[in-house]
């Protein structure tokens, strides 16, 4: 048990356009998910809280209007990078807390954004 | 949520245990250790967590000092497969699960055939 998805796992674009990454979890429901950020040789830095219909909470230094959010399920939840520039090439990654018991996160794969 | 350190790299023989340290000197009554790890590449795996008990599943065991300022993650029989980085992490729950992670460099370990 304990499956997190997230589709696509890698993405190519043109700077300038937008690009929505999905997370899903599929076997636990999630009031919670977490989106975080990696670049090359570094850590993950937790970008954003999402709860279940209702507004994430971004990080400092994280723009609101850059990175979109929406967790419209309790299993579902989408990171959209609009206005995509190179700088925002990263490694993103989803977590799913369970919604009782222990909040353990589980973590999905990953999404590869590559902004040309 | 309490600091962690770990030694940023490490080596072990494939089928010893690989014993990765981990120090929480200011860790608080409410805070859990968390264990995941990172293969290159992908998204981190959970290993195992506990409060103040030592702690085993299928994966790994973990061993906290009485005190709870310190503790070991066990990898028993070590295999190249194991081979990543692998993060410490102190979490408290007095936000009821909504908190996220904060992630420190962590320990690459690397298993040697």
């Known amino acids: 048990g304990a499956v997190v998805s997230q589709h696509p796992s890698w993405v190519i674009c043109k700077s300038g356009t937008s690009v929505k990454i999905e997370c899903r979890s599929l076997?636990?429901?999630?009031?919670?998910m977490f989106w975080y950020r990696q670049f090359p040789k570094q850590s993950l830095m937790l970008m954003a809280t999402?709860?279940?219909?209702?507004?994430?909470?971004?990080e400092q230094g994280v723009e609101k209007d850059k990175f979109l959010i929406n967790h419209a399920s309790l299993t579902l939840s989408t990171l959209t990078v609009t206005s995509a520039h190179p700088e925002d090439s990263s490694f993103y990654i989803c977590?799913?807390?369970?919604?009782?018991?222990?909040?353990?996160?589980?973590f999905g794969p990953g999404t590869r954004l590559t902004v040309l | 949520d309490a600091k962690t350190t770990q030694p940023p790299s490490m080596d072990c023989a494939e089928g010893r245990a690989a014993n990765l340290p981990c120090n929480h000197s200011?860790?608080?009554?409410?805070?859990?250790v968390y264990w995941y790890r990172q293969i290159h590449s992908q998204g981190p795996q959970y290993i195992i967590h506990?409060?103040?008990n030592n702690e085993t599943n299928e994966m790994a065991s973990l061993i906290i000092t009485e005190d709870r300022k310190s503790s070991t993650l066990i990898l028993p029989h070590a295999t190249l497969r194991d081979t990543a980085v692998y993060y410490c992490?102190?979490?408290?729950?007095?936000?009821?699960?909504?908190?996220?992670?904060?992630f420190g460099k962590g320990t690459h370990l690397i298993i040697q055939p």
């Open positions: 977590s799913a807390s369970r919604a009782s018991g222990s909040y353990t996160q589980y």
């Open positions: 076997d636990f429901q999630a009031t919670t």
């Open positions: 999402s709860n279940e219909g209702s507004k994430a909470t971004y």
């Open positions: 200011t860790i608080s009554g409410n805070e859990y």
């Open positions: 506990g409060l103040k």
């Open positions: 992490i102190v979490r408290s729950y007095s936000g009821g699960g909504a908190d996220g992670l904060t």
